[in-house]
């Protein structure tokens, strides 16, 4: 049984920043093979869409939406991936999921909700 604990979202004035974290984790504490990890966002009547994405080397990947803005990194030693929000907007506003594929299947985050006043 893998785990993915996000952490991180909240509520920020627009132009503000917020760091997401995603930790991946086997209930029985075994090591896990991560590939790719991720992070996505989905608004209330919309598809779930990528936000940005790092693959096990390090090579990422942005939505437009977000490039210049975002910044994903991850710590393998931690198992964790991070999502580094800056100059956010309010059409930020969403809730954000973490994804991480380990040993060739996916594996999804509850949510955490990230909320931009204007």
């Known amino acids: 049984q893998v785990q993915l604990v996000e952490s991180g979202g909240g509520l920020v004035q627009a132009g503000g920043s917020l760091r997401l974290s995603c930790a991946a984790s086997?209930?029985?504490?075994?090591?896990?093979?991560?590939?790719?990890m991720g992070w996505f966002r989905q608004a209330p009547g919309k598809q779930r869409e990528l936000v940005a994405a790092?693959?096990?080397?390090?090579?990422?990947d942005y939505a437009d939406s977000v490039k210049g803005r975002f910044t994903i990194s991850r710590d393998n030693a931690k198992n964790t991936v991070y999502l580094q929000m800056n100059s956010l907007k309010p059409e930020d506003t969403t809730v954000y999921y973490c994804?991480?594929?380990?040993?060739?299947?996916?594996?999804w985050g509850q949510g955490t909700q990230v909320t931009v006043s204007s």
């Open positions: 086997a209930a029985s504490g075994s090591s896990l093979s991560i590939n790719a």
């Open positions: 790092i693959s096990s080397g390090g090579s990422t």
């Open positions: 994804k991480a594929i380990i040993s060739g299947i996916g594996y």
